[in-house]
């Protein structure tokens, strides 16, 4: 088995809002390895961006890791000091934001940006520095890096700008890379370039990518495990070739069938019925229950725990039933 | 960049010349200066000598005419009070409310700056809820109030302050400064805290954080950059202000400065020198807004390529 990059366990996330305390990620456990590249999959508001900035230690001050632990390198990141948190930091763990405008600093130049790494990690000098940061941009496939050094962010293309931010996260050649929606906001062509360079830089540092997403095609093209989130939890997970040829649980079902293939034009897409459950009212049972159409009295008194039965792992009362 | 300060310098000189005017109508309604010059009994024919002299005798438009004729030729007229070119008078006074204003823009901001990042940092804390009442409060006081408090309670009742004048040295500067700069730190305080809290939540900040950035290093590198253009603009209408509106204070502390002057020749009715003192006050304005537009470009890359490219 090749080496673990992260282990994350039970890991609980709450919300405090003027309505009340929600629970937007909820005993969420997975492995990440080395050199492989696992997705979290999921609707938006299932927890999985949530996940990741827990993970990361971004979380906006209105939430909080009430449980669970994060585990890099024999290292609780949840657990340790502020200040060896900010020393991992780059290092041990490092995330790739969704919109790259906003993710880099409008009024910096994109040099200064790449360099902070070696700044603030090695204290390198300034001069060191830069050509460190021209070297990332060349490695990331920028052309002309010595001269767009010195550019600010919105003098690069949307693509550019990711593959900007890439650079920065891979900079110290992370152990965990979470790359949260990284091609959301960007054209199918740019996108397929940038899922390249994430396989490429995926291999060259040996590096665990936690690829958060909703695109189901590329989880299906990038990811060699996938877990699915559902209100907060994950209710299916394995390797990707057996979850999407076979799944399990009714959700990820869905999922799979909302999506078109080999549809006649004007033929009705399917899709899953309902919305997920609001985080202020998740019923007792299964959060799957309202939408289900395998739903039994059981799944609305009982939680499903996620458990693994012949081989693959569901959280499901019904799922061995209906393998296909 | 040339061509940028050629064209605002062209677009400032139809507003400067209606101040101009405007003053220049606006002062002779305030009455005959003949009233204030020559004694109570002085005889028509005294009066009507006066008025030649000076020109006042003439209808409004050709006073104007002449007027706007000699400040083409840098020449305002002479002072009624002092026969003075009234150039001279209000560059002699200039100086001292720009020191003022110079001194006490730079205190505000520096404690503006300090006190805004703190609240930011924790929004609706303790502190900040603190330093909100402390700033709306500074923002709120009347100078005027403010002022003669200031001069009873450090003037009179403690004798550690000057209560007026500019010959105790240092300690002179102490009263009008910390009037003048209260209202300033009050609202720049805000308009920071408000800039820092809104960069402070921002994506970036979040990836400076990623890459283990210190609190330090994403307080003053990664959001103040961000939250300095905003305040640039308040800071600029402030220091307007302290130039423009330093006449109540001035007038109250005895500062030799622009506003007592133009106070002292409204009083006078000497005409020559209030406009002469407008105008280097517009100018100044004018000077001051160009400086903000090119901090903007300074602070921000964007703008920089925009004034190139509309230069």
Redesign the interface.
Known sequence: MTAIGMEVSGLTVELATPRGTVRAVDGVSFTAYRGRTLALLGESGCGKSMTAQAV???L?PIASVTAGSVQVDGEDLLKVSRKRR?????PAL??V?Q?AL???????KVGTQLA??YR??QRMPARQARAKAIELMRHVGIPEPESRVDA?P?QFSGGMRQRL?IA??V?LSPKVLIADEPTTALDVTVQAQILALLARLRAEHDMAVVLITHDLAVVAEEADTVAVMYSGRIVETGPVDEVFEDPRHPYTRGLLDSVPVDAERGSDLSSIPGAPPDLFSIPPGCPYQARCPLVRDVCQTERPPLETRAGRTVACHVAEGTAR | MLTFLRRRTLTSLPPLLAVVLGVFVLARLTGDPAALYLPENATAQAREQFSAAHGFDQPIWSQLIDYLAQVTRLDFGTSLRTGEPAAVMALRAFPATLQLAVVTMLLACAVATAVGCWAALRPNGLGDRISSLMSMTAASVPDFWLAILGIWVFSIMLGVLPTSGVDAGGLSWVLPIAVLMLRPAGVLTQVVRGAMIAAL????V?????????ER?VVV??AL??AAPPALTVAGDLAVGLINGAVVVESIFGWPGIGKLMIDSILQRDFAVLQAAVAITAISIFVLNIGIDLGYAL????VRQKVGAAA
């Open positions: 990361a230690g971004l906006e900010r020393q991992l930091a780059g490092s995330i934001f919109d906003t993710a880099l600093n409008p009024v910096l902070e790494p603030i990690h600010y919105h931010l920065m996260a900079a | 939540g921002s994506p970036y979040k990836v400076a954080r990623s890459k283990g950035a210190g290093r590198r990664h950059k961000n602070l921000d890359s964007r």
